[in-house]
């Protein structure tokens, strides 16, 4: 029996009923041929030949729902809305020189209704403009509709921070999923909580036997966005099978032999960013500078008091 590291407040590192791992099975096509064959699979040192990047960007976004909405149409009928504070930033870590600094950071704000005759919002000092969602717009559907322009924001934001400070060989982390940030170049998706299980037992005792720094095979995931992947076992973690495993992935675009590449250079570079248990309730899979970033974005969120009164003085007078 084990001590998850994670904070129970946030739930679990994995989303399963035990410490054996994701529980919820993926309907997903895996070939897990693409680096060793399947029956060759076994934990994967950091190669001394592996040099890390000088520079590291680590992105993030942050969101948060300042209020929900009604409209009033003209013909009677009425439609949910949401207004929404978003956020995205990057971190350049200069591995060189041990020196992190902030290289860009973003707020934007939306409302998020399916309504025909909804425009942008003034509230106070801060401006909602309109994102007008498919459909009948159910306010239970509304949250998910954030998003699509937080990707977008945080995909601007990386290419800002890259014009400014790239030497052309650093290594850009995504916190989440790829998605439709794959066509980024040198760019890897850092998922740190696992949903789903991806590969058959016999593959996942590999995953658990993980020890930290080591990474499995790579393997090609059948999803709608596709995409190479494997996972990694960060230091620090509890002891537990799952504990401080993160899945990494890239772009389906590359070659299998640039993934490995990837591979390689994640299992050499994430470790040291590895958190502590006593200084962050997720640790070790939240990075430190992923932490820090978190922070100032939703520091950089304002109050949601004040944004809230506000929004329900600007309604008042459109009535």
């Known amino acids: 029996m084990f001590v ?3 904070d129970p407040s946030y739930g679990a590192s994995f989303e399963g009923d035990s410490s054996d791992g994701p529980a919820s099975p993926s309907s997903a096509q895996v070939d ?6 399947a029956g060759q699979w076994a934990p994967i040192d950091v190669s001394s030949r592996v040099r890390c990047p000088d520079v590291v960007f680590l992105v993030d976004g942050v969101r948060r729902n300042d209020a929900g909405l009604w409209t009033a149409e003209e ?3 009425s439609y949910a809305g949401l207004a929404a504070s978003y956020a995205a ?3 350049r870590c200069d591995l060189r020189n041990g020196v992190a600094e902030l290289a860009g950071a973003r707020v934007a704000r939306g409302l998020f209704t399916a309504s025909p005759s909804a425009e942008d919002l003034q509230a106070g000092s801060v401006r909602y403009e309109v994102h007008r969602v498919s459909g009948t717009g159910e306010a239970s559907k509304l949250p998910a509709a954030v998003q699509a322009p937080l990707t977008a ?3 601007d934001i990386s290419g800002a921070a890259r014009d400014g400070g790239s030497d ?4 850009l982390v995504v916190d989440g999923p790829l998605r439709n940030r794959r066509q980024l170049p040198r760019t890897i998706g850092y998922v740190k909580t696992q949903q789903k299980q991806y590969l058959p037992a016999a593959l996942t005792a590999v995953v658990t ?3 930290p720094t080591q990474r499995t095979p790579v393997f090609q995931l059948g999803t709608v966005w596709g995409g190479w992947s494997w996972y990694l076992r960060l230091p620090g973690a509890s002891g537990a099978p799952w504990s401080g495993i993160v899945r990494i992935e890239c772009s389906p675009d590359l070659t299998p032999a640039e993934a490995v590449e990837l591979a390689d250079l994640s299992s050499a570079t994430l470790p040291r960013f590895a958190s502590s248990s006593y200084k962050d309730p997720r640790a070790p899979q939240n990075l430190v500078p992923i932490a820090g970033l978190e ?3 939703r520091g950089m969120l304002g109050d949601a008091r004040v944004l809230h009164r506000a929004l329900a003085i600007a309604t008042a007078r459109t009535r």
């Open 4 to 6: 998850d590291a994670w």
């Open 32 to 37: 897990t041929d693409v680096e060793v064959p």
């Open 75 to 77: 013909d009677g009928l």
């Open 89 to 91: 930033g990057v971190v």
């Open 153 to 155: 924001l945080e995909i």
């Open 168 to 171: 052309g060989a650093d290594l």
């Open 209 to 211: 036997s993980l020890r």
């Open 295 to 297: 922070r100032r974005l």
